[in-house]
């Protein structure tokens, strides 16, 4: 079964930083790559996605992230970030069924 | 437009107890999910369905029963509530030609004492 990990629980950053996110995924085949943002006291929103073509997605509020085949990886990044990022962020992959990672929880200070 | 409902917003029960969870979408999708998300172990399938009438297992399913009698409507049920089923639930639903682009709803807070 596919498995996905997150390397950072909780991220730290002061605004205008520079911010990646990990995230690994444990699956030979083909898959479909996701990020997903809970901003405090709301729901999951898709981020962006990840299905087929060119390896460097971008999406909502200037993310991107890129997907290294070789590394399994689906890295998050934002050039810089602002106080109404924090908020926890999600990778999730789907291949049979949806799997999430556990998550990593972003602090931006002003 | 609401997207994806979910009620109740929050429940306390005691062990031993049951209750339902109501999740409804207006968005004629075909796809409906329940997931339970408990701190650093991010979101785990419950259970899902494809279609008005079918029900299938998750990664996490003791303890819980899902139906899905109308399209838009996809129930939770816990017959027995023990304190591990403490958690935040929430529904999700995605349409048959993009299943993969979950929509997601406010969640449910569940405690269990």
């Known amino acids: 079964a596919q498995s996905v990990s997150q390397h950072n629980h909780h991220v730290i950053l002061s605004e205008a930083a520079s911010l990646e996110l990990g995230c690994n995924y444990s699956y030979g085949g083909t898959v479909n790559l996701f990020w997903y943002v809970q901003y405090p006291g709301q729901h999951l929103q898709l981020l962006l996605k990840y299905f087929s073509g060119d390896p460097l997605v971008k999406g909502i509020k200037g993310f991107e992230a890129e997907f290294i085949k070789s590394k399994f990886s689906f890295n998050l990044r934002k050039p810089s970030v602002q106080w109404s990022d924090t908020a926890e962020y999600f990778c999730a992959v789907n291949a049979h069924d949806m799997r999430f990672g556990a998550g990593t929880r972003l602090t931006v200070k002003p | 437009n609401a997207g994806v409902t979910q009620t109740p917003k929050f429940r306390v029960l005691k062990t031993g107890q049951s209750m339902t969870l109501l999740c409804a979408q207006d968005?004629?999708?075909?796809?409906m999910y329940w997931y339970r998300q408990d701190p650093g172990m991010g979101l785990r399938l419950i259970h899902y369905?494809?279609?008005?009438?079918?029900?299938a297992k998750g990664e996490v399913p003791d303890g819980y029963n899902v139906s899905r009698l109308k399209k838009q409507n996809f129930l939770l049920g816990l017959e027995s509530a023990a304190p591990s089923q403490t958690s935040v639930y929430f529904c999700?639903?995605?349409?048959?030609?993009?299943?993969?682009?979950?929509?997601f709803g406010p969640g449910t807070r569940l405690t269990v004492t």
């Open positions: 999700a639903s995605s349409s048959i030609d993009r299943a993969y682009e979950q929509y």
């Open positions: 369905s494809v279609g008005e009438g079918t029900t």
């Open positions: 968005m004629n999708h075909e796809y």
